[in-house]
């Protein structure tokens, strides 16, 4: 089964803090997504990567960055956490240029900014 | 890529067919309907997607009408389990959007 891993399960950081949240899939896929999902808005696209070091804006790219150095490997930033980036943050991944796009997802991150 | 319309919520009596419609009335000829739910506080998860023809799996089924502007998500016994939110999505599977554009879905209830 594909498995995509999510560091953390819960986090509270304080505003201004550095923020890493990392994702690892074992499947090999090309393409690697992260969303931040909030009640009342579904799921909303912060950035894609198609390939290592690879990077496109999402709808709402504002305030993070994204990290790609190893296939496996999808890392989500926020340079100075705030308050109205709490939300859960999840991340996915997909065979590239498949047929067969279907993402999995990891458990996802509920972060708190306080 | 196409924009879906589903019920916000439904109910289903547990061991009976939950059936879930979603309307893609501009769906594209080299878009899929895909179907995902997610079950409380865990990510989502791929059910099943289609084409043209219907489409089954051992979680459920698909059921596409002839001119693709609308499908069924079919779960044959509901389960307590199956209580979730079911997001449907239109997509082209290649291409540069490699995005899935998500809305709210349909909440449905499984009631012993």
């Known amino acids: 089964d594909v498995k995509v891993t999510q560091s953390s399960r819960y986090l509270v950081k304080r505003t201004g803090e550095k923020v890493f949240l990392e994702c690892v899939q074992d499947?090999?896929?090309?393409?690697m997504f992260w969303y931040r999902q909030d009640p009342g808005l579904g799921l909303r696209l912060i950035y894609f990567?198609?390939?290592?070091?690879?990077?496109e804006k999402g709808d709402i790219p504002e305030g993070y960055s994204v990290s790609r150095e190893k296939k496996e490997r999808f890392s989500l930033i926020l340079e100075s956490a705030s308050t109205n980036q709490t939300s859960m943050y999840l991340c996915a991944s997909s065979l590239g240029g498949s047929v067969r796009p279907e993402a999995f997802f990891g458990q996802g991150t509920r972060l708190t900014v306080v | 890529d196409a924009k879906t319309t589903q019920p916000p919520s439904m109910d289903c009596a547990e061991g009976r067919a939950a059936n879930l419609p979603c309307n893609h009335s501009?769906?594209?000829?080299?878009?899929?309907v895909y179907w995902y739910r997610q079950i409380h506080s865990q990510g989502p998860q791929y059910i099943i997607h289609g084409l043209k023809n219907n489409e089954t799996n051992e979680m459920a089924s698909l059921i596409i009408t002839e001119d693709r502007k609308s499908s069924t998500l079919i779960l044959p016994h509901a389960t307590l389990r199956d209580t979730a939110v079911y997001y449907c999505?239109?997509?082209?599977?290649?291409?540069?959007?490699?995005?899935?554009?998500w809305g709210l879905g349909t909440s449905l209830g499984v009631n012993p």
């Open positions: 990567s198609y390939d290592v070091k690879m990077k």
């Open positions: 499947m090999d896929h090309e393409n």
């Open positions: 999505i239109v997509k082209a599977p290649a291409g540069n959007n490699r995005k899935l554009i």
């Open positions: 501009t769906i594209s000829g080299n878009e899929y």
